[in-house]
């Protein structure tokens, strides 16, 4: 609605501080950040956690917590400085020139107003009355391709899923046609499939409304995906920006080119090399840093740099870093060496060593019952790395406490490990068998007691499941310290006084502690920054190799798991579709809920051209639909109908691939055929 | 080991995060938790060293000097038997300090164990308990007091027992939820495959991180013990008469107060404002430190 | 939501009837008998036999229990052991008193509660915040007998400004009424400012630091509209279940305001009548104000499955 008339950025950052106060002293948490985004650009701000990107984003709507503020530098949302305008120009630039989308979209709705008014509002600002606004709000929700508009209108916002409740939030936030629309982590808390589809509306709509887009994201493939432009933001100081193909092609600060060989790259497997990690950590928030920022964990730091900070340097076209050594950036030396031998995978010996059969898991009973897993059959082989991939509610968490005993199955299901059945709950499995299956969860914090010292948290299983006791417990305590790579001083620490990479090694070494034969890691990598996520599966692969353990891995990024396992296993509504090697499961042939979720993956190296469009949502697991579960949003469903009515079996298609479809193995190759995935 | 000795870059690089200041460093910089302590510190002496500092005996009486207003001899005058009001005052904090807190510990250990197992051990467990503390719960507080001391008659021990078990279905309460929030994280699940018994989890891994919440529920209970314990004896329940009480004190003066005595109701009163002013003071420092 | 109704509807009689168990025992395992009670120390023991047997409480207890609950379903409370009258005018005219009382308490205080409670939040961490908090966590604390002491020292004896005796003569006017209860209902006005306001500051508190709040005022709405329509909305919520949680410590502070200000009602009732053990009387108060209590609680839970959405889905699935 503002079609302003000047000429300048729609939104201009210079030298931009903000400080919080913490406990009476002020931390600086945005250091000298200037940024333009140029009308109808798409800009993306990204950086780990501590990066300051959010509070950026608060800055700009001038919505800081109590405790921060805005100490230095200048703001332009369209020629207009937010931070310096009165309340009532405030409120019309915030109702008509910048919107905002963020992270969960469930909290950002009114829990007790119905999702059409809350949009509704927006238009009743503009001055519209209520009836009006309620009709331009149905409007706004066809443009956001929300198919049952009269349901979503009347829907408080805990009736929807989290896709449909963040296309509400966008529809509100772009009902204004603001000037600038600031979307902070938007598909963080949403599955794959629903991410790449709100992505590719946001892309659309962007499109249509030519609106200016700050992108800010910790994902550098989403970030890559959506944005012309990119900031790589780190620790509160904005160390590179240009051109995204540029920076992520032909990266010039040492920092940038750390993190993108974090991330495992396409096809890139554990025996094919180990993953580079950006040592030591993150500066403490309001410490005092005379030279670059990053010189201290950077491998290329020389003199000059811990003495002043580097200015930003062209390097190309619109293209800056803030590093002395922008031009041997590229050359950055690998803090990991590359070629650690990790032994050969174990997947030349093909007994199992935990055999499931027919397993399923109901919570609840009668109408309510919500059945997790449906009769599934899969073996683990001895010292492999099964991978499980599948999205919320897919049961793949729920598989592997049933496995650890720490979730009952229901009557009927097989726990086999060892050829031994496996009591159902953990408390009628002895000492023997609890040693032999241990778990590394996906939270440390959660998965730590937070009142116990690291010593005493890794010799707990050391006490009880190795039965050692005195000197051979410290003996064995040192010796596990050592393999995770933590050292003796960190003993006597509590978990809070551990960053989340270090807290992660003493939940691993748990896990070792007692020698376990296989290892549950659920998603052990995903609440921890990328910087950190490379070293610790590096530390996994390593220990695997070491211990010869059989892990069972899982995880919904699908990199990750590629990187780290040698069969894949894929679940959908607590159906197991697929299962196979890994290289024929991302290869192709594939199941069509596989292919769209390898396509739904955004990839940091160009587009691709044809990704396959799932419709609709994800059903609920209490009202499974009939025959194949896939069927309601298959793109590939035959026309027969036979799909909606019998549930296809899980056929072994190849040797050791399996895949739960009707659609003839055959027919699955000439379809997939075209779309490279390799 | 050789090959996995340490690569240069993996070194997890210690980052021990400043510790937080000790909590009670945090207390001793708020001036509502110093005037609190310093008010309860007061009465706890009292309590104790009172016959020692009290310029009377409580219970001597002195015909003479029935219902003399406050003057240099008696600071806060006597009371119809001619006792002295201050002296009354400085002996009654003994009883109301010993009675509320053991009151409020008793709770607190009851509806711990309580909350510990309902919250912990779900299932039948919890829905029977559940239902029992309900029950309770749907009681008017005052009615279930007055039904325990009409039954066993009023006594200190009474007392103590009515009022830690008002509490204790409370108290319970406030321990599950904080359990709940306990139970949906992984270290349980971490303790259960270690083989570990349902009360070693509960006490040794569970109550620890729940031991602050604990802590202030204490705190805030006892605020309301004494409350409930001078209203009690108000209202006769309580300590009787002739040892000095502060509730029992006004209830056996207040009606001399249209004759205009206002000294014995009035003297008493004060010091139970101020000593429940003082606790919850305390209390909502404490509170604050925990919760920041 | 029907069955919902149903379900809690049928708690509360289950709850009710347990209350009425409890009673009755509690009112057996008494020490002394009604009619040595009554009686006094010096009467013969064929005089108390005599009495008790008039009085029935010699039959086997589960005989007096039924008979009690039949009288009771009648709308039959008994005969008073003291007064040797049926004890419903008693009941009925002392809860008609007390329902004056508590209902002048809750309509001074609901508004000023919510009020002060969201003041504060509205300033949260600056001076008034600490000073709302504060003295609501003061008022709240101070037993109703000893700010009611305060209260007619100062206002009563050394102003002269107010009646201190709460009952009137018969047939008294409303404002001399209102005028003779402005000293009593002060009391418990202090006690429940304290629990309402910090509910209401609570939850506005959380409301207003709420991702939704932020949606709100980044929509552009003017400040006055996001905390009507959506910091409100959501905080005041809990405060209703407060409100009639604290019905049950109004019952509590109506004794003992009743007995400081010597007012006929139901809470004086109880404690003469479990001074003076005359069961009927105190069992017919005690049944009474539990049926109070649990209609309260009860409408505060329908309130509250009524006004929450998310509760309202729930409970129709």
């Given at each position: ?678 | ?292 | ?46 005089a108390v036999r005599a009495y008790d047997h008039q009085l029935g409480v010699d039959r086997p207890l589960i005989v007096q229990y039924l008979g009690w609950i039949g009288g009771l379903l009648r709308g039959n409370m008994g005969t008073s052991y003291t007064f040797r009258s049926p004890v419903e005018p008693f009941v009925v005219a002392a809860l008609g008193n007390s329902a004056k009382l508590a209902v002048l308490a809750l309509v001074i205080i609901i508004p000023l509660g919510i009020a002060g409670g969201v003041f504060a939040a509205l300033h949260v961490g600056r001076a008034t915040d600490r000073v709302i908090s504060l003295t609501g966590l003061a008022a709240s604390t101070v037993p109703e007998f000893v700010s009611g002491i305060v209260l007619i020292i100062v206002f009563g004896i050394a102003l002269k400004a107010l009646p201190f005796q709460a009952s009137t003569s018969a047939g008294a006017s409303i404002p001399d009424q209102l005028d003779h209860l402005i000293l009593p209902v002060i009391p418990l006005v202090l006690v429940l400012f304290g629990y309402i306001a910090r509910m209401a500051r609570a939850g506005t508190v959380e409301a207003l630091d709420s991702d ?106």
């Amino acid at each position: 609605m503002t079609e302003d008339t000047s000429a300048g950025p729609t939104l201009a950052v210079e030298h931009l501080e903000i400080t919080y106060r913490v406990r009476g002293q002020d931390r600086p948490v945005v250091r000298d950040v200037s940024f333009q985004v140029g009308r109808r650009e798409s800009y993306g701000l990204v950086g780990e956690s501590g990066s300051g990107k959010s509070t950026i984003a608060l800055a700009l709507t001038r919505y800081l917590a109590r405790n921060g503020r805005v100490s230095g530098g200048s703001v332009r949302i369209n020629g207009l400085d937010p931070l310096a305008m009165s309340t009532s120009a405030l409120r019309d630039l915030r109702a008509r020139t910048v919107s905002m989308v963020y992270q969960e979209p469930g909290r950002a709705l009114n829990p007790s107003m119905k999702a059409g008014r809350q949009i509704a509002e927006v238009f009743e600002i503009a001055g519209l009355d209520r009836a009006a606004a309620l009709d331009r709000a149905q409007d706004m929700l066809r443009r956001v391709q929300i198919a049952d508009t009269g349901r979503v209108m009347n829907a408080y916002p805990h009736e929807l899923s989290g896709g449909m409740a963040q296309r509400v939030v966008i529809a509100m936030a772009l009902a204004a046609e603001p000037a600038l629309l600031i979307l902070d982590e938007p598909t963080t808390a949403l599955d794959a499939t629903v991410e790449a589809e709100i992505l590719d509306l946001v892309a659309g709509l962007r499109e249509q409304m030519a609106t200016t887009v700050l992108f800010i994201s910790h994902n550098l493939a989403v970030v890559a995906k959506m944005c012309d432009r990119v900031g790589v933001l780190y620790a509160g100081e904005l160390v590179e920006e240009g051109p995204a193909d540029q920076v992520f092609e032909a990266s010039r600060h040492p920092y940038t080119v750390g993190l993108l060989r974090c991330i495992p790259r396409r096809g890139q497997r554990k025996d094919h090399g180990r993953l580079d990690a950006i040592p030591g950590f993150l500066p403490q928030p309001g410490a005092a840093i005379s030279g670059c920022i990053f010189a201290e964990r950077c491998s290329l730091a020389i003199a000059e740099c811990r003495e002043a900070p580097p200015p930003a340097f062209d390097v190309g076209p619109g293209h800056a870093a803030r590093c002395y050594r922008h031009a041997e950036a590229a050359e950055l030396p690998r803090s990991t060496p590359a070629d650690v031998s990790l032994g050969t995978a174990a997947t030349t010996l093909v007994e199992p060593i935990v055999t499931i059969k027919s397993l399923s898991k109901t919570f609840g009973s009668g109408r309510s019952a919500l059945r997790a897993l449906t009769s599934v059959d899969i073996s683990i082989m001895r010292g492999e790395t099964l991978g499980l991939v599948g999205e919320s509610g897919s049961g793949k968490t729920t598989l592997a406490r049933a496995l650890l005993g720490l979730t009952e199955p229901d009557q009927g299901s097989v726990v086999e490990f060892d050829g031994q059945p496996l009591a159902a709950g953990v408390r009628g499995r002895p000492i023997d068998q609890l040693k032999d299956l241990q778990i590394v969860f996906q939270n440390p914090d959660s998965a730590l007691n937070r009142r116990r010292s690291v010593r005493w948290l890794i010799s707990q299983p050391l006490r009880r499941l190795a039965g050692l006791s005195g000197s051979r417990l410290t003996e064995r305590l040192n010796d596990l310290i050592r393999s995770v790579r933590m050292e003796k001083r960190h003993l006597g620490l509590r978990p809070g006084q551990l960053s989340g990479g270090l807290k992660q090694r003493v939940a691993i070494a748990r896990a070792f502690g007692g020698g376990p034969r296989l290892v549950v890691c659920d998603e052990p990598t995903s609440a921890l920054d990328v910087s950190v996520q490379a070293a610790i599966l590096n530390l996994l692969a390593d220990l695997q190799a070491k211990e010869q353990v059989t892990y069972l891995f899982i995880s919904h990024d699908l990199g990750v798991v590629r990187y780290l396992s040698d069969r894949i296993a894929v679940l959908y509504l607590g159906r197991l579709l697929e299962l196979g090697p890994a290289e024929q499961v991302f290869g192709g042939p594939h199941h069509p809920y596989t292919e769209a979720l390898l396509s739904a993956v955004p990839s940091l190296h160009g587009q691709r051209a044809d990704r396959v469009k799932l419709v609709g949502e994800i059903p609920s697991a209490a009202n499974p639909p009939s025959g194949c579960v896939f069927h309601t949003r298959c793109p590939r469903r035959l026309a027969t109908g036979v799909c909606e009515s019998v549930e296809p079996p899980l056929a072994e298609v190849e040797p050791g691939h399996f895949i739960s479809c009707h659609i003839p193995i055959d027919r699955l190759r000439e379809l997939q055929g075209n779309v490279a995935l390799k | 080991m050789s090959e996995l000795t340490a690569a240069p870059g993996e070194v997890a690089v210690a980052r021990a995060l400043a510790a937080p200041p000790a909590p009670w460093r945090l207390l001793l910089r708020k001036p509502t938790f110093l005037i609190g302590a310093a008010v309860l510190l007061f009465w706890v002496i009292c309590g104790i060293f009172g016959h020692l500092i009290a310029p009377f005996d409580p219970l001597v009486q002195q015909l003479i000097a029935k219902n003399t207003s406050p003057s240099g001899a008696h600071l806060f005058g006597t009371d119809p038997l001619g006792r002295d009001v201050l002296s009354r005052v400085i002996v009654g904090a003994r009883d109301i300090l010993l009675i509320a807190p053991l009151a409020t510990l008793l709770g607190t250990a009851c509806g711990t164990a309580i909350g510990l197992a309902m919250g912990y051990l779900g299932g039948v467990v919890d829905a029977v308990l559940g239902r029992i503390v309900e029950a309770v719960l749907a009681l008017p507080v005052v009615i279930v007091a007055f039904l325990f001391i009409v039954a066993v008659g009023p006594s200190s021990l009474t007392l103590i027992i009515v009022v830690g078990f008002i509490f204790t279905p409370l108290i319970a309460r406030t321990v599950r939820t904080a359990v709940l929030v306990e139970s949906q994280l992984d270290y349980l699940s971490s303790a259960r495959l270690l083989g570990e018994r349902p009360a070693y989890i509960m006490f040794a891994e569970i109550l620890p991180n729940v031991l602050p919440v604990i802590v202030v529920e204490f705190t805030v209970r006892l605020g309301y013990a004494i409350f409930a314990v001078a209203t009690l004896s108000f209202l006769g329940f309580g300590v009787q008469q002739p040892t000095p009480d502060w509730g029992g004190d006004i209830a056996a003066n207040y009606g001399l107060l249209g004759a205009g005595y206002w000294w014995e109701t009035l003297f008493p009163a004060l010091a139970i404002a101020s000593l429940v002013m003082a606790v919850n003071l305390v209390t909502d420092s404490i509170e604050q430190v925990i919760s920041s | 939501m029907t069955r919902y109704l149903l379900r809690r509807i049928g708690l509360a009689i289950v709850t009710l009837w347990l209350l009425s168990l409890i009673v009755f025992l509690a009112g057996q395992v008494l020490p002394g008998d009604p009619g040595r009670a009554v009686l006094g120390p010096f009467a013969s023991q064929a005089a108390v036999r005599a009495y008790d047997h008039q009085l029935g409480v010699d039959r086997p207890l589960i005989v007096q229990y039924l008979g009690w609950i039949g009288g009771l379903l009648r709308g039959n409370m008994g005969t008073s052991y003291t007064f040797r009258s049926p004890v419903e005018p008693f009941v009925v005219a002392a809860l008609g008193n007390s329902a004056k009382l508590a209902v002048l308490a809750l309509v001074i205080i609901i508004p000023l509660g919510i009020a002060g409670g969201v003041f504060a939040a509205l300033h949260v961490g600056r001076a008034t915040d600490r000073v709302i908090s504060l003295t609501g966590l003061a008022a709240s604390t101070v037993p109703e007998f000893v700010s009611g002491i305060v209260l007619i020292i100062v206002f009563g004896i050394a102003l002269k400004a107010l009646p201190f005796q709460a009952s009137t003569s018969a047939g008294a006017s409303i404002p001399d009424q209102l005028d003779h209860l402005i000293l009593p209902v002060i009391p418990l006005v202090l006690v429940l400012f304290g629990y309402i306001a910090r509910m209401a500051r609570a939850g506005t508190v959380e409301a207003l630091d709420s991702d939704y709040a932020r949606t709100a005022t980044l929509k552009g709405l003017p400040r006055s509209v996001v905390i009507r329509r959506h910091v409100l909305r959501n905080s005041l919520l809990p405060t209703v279940t407060v409100i009639a949680t604290q019905t049950g410590y109004l019952i509590g502070g109506l004794v003992v305001v009743e007995q400081l200000f010597r007012y006929q009602g139901i809470g004086g009732l109880i404690l003469t009548a479990a001074n003076g053990k005359d069961f009927p009387m105190l069992e017919a108060g005690i049944l009474v104000v539990g049926t109070v209590y649990m209609v309260a609680t009860l409408i505060a839970d329908v309130l509250y499955t009524v006004l929450n959405p998310r509760l309202r889905v729930g409970v129709s699935a």
